[in-house]
C-alpha cells in the first residue's frame, strides 16, 4: 500500500508543478505571437486533449490486460514517458522581456513566499491554533 500512495503523492506534485508551468508557457507563447486572447482557448484544448488522452489510455490498457499480461502496460507507459520526455526537451521557453519597472524574482523567493503562506494560512486553517502547535500560528 505505501508504494503506491507514494506514487500517487508524488504524481500529484508533479500535475502541481507541470500545470503551472504549462500555463506560463502557453501564456508566454501567445503573447509572443500577439494572441494572449486565446489563452482560454488553448488551455481548453489543452484539457479536452488530455481527458481524451487519458481514456483512451484507460481503455486500451484494459483491452492489453485482459488480453495479455499486465507487464506490457508497464512498458508502454516506460515507452510513452520517455517519447514524452524527449519532446519536452525540444521545447523552448518565449523569451518575454518584463514589463517596465518590473523585476525578476528569485525562484528561491517563490519556495519561501509558498512555505510561509501555508505555515501561516493553511496549517492554521486546518488546525485549531489552540490545538496544536500555536505558536506556528502567530
Known sequence: FWHFALVVFLAAIGKAFSSGTANALV???????????????????????????????????????WNANYEINYYLSLVSTIIAMVIILTLTEPNIS??????KVPYLSYIKQAFDFFFHKVYCFLWDSNFVLPHLCR
Open 98 to 103: 518584463t514589463e517596465s519597472g518590473e523585476e
Open 27 to 65: 501564456y508566454d507563447s501567445l503573447k509572443l505571437a500577439g494572441q494572449t486572447e486565446k489563452f482560454e482557448k488553448v488551455l481548453g484544448r489543452i484539457g479536452f486533449f488530455d481527458r481524451i488522452g487519458g481514456l483512451l489510455a484507460a481503455l486500451a490498457g484494459s483491452f492489453i490486460a
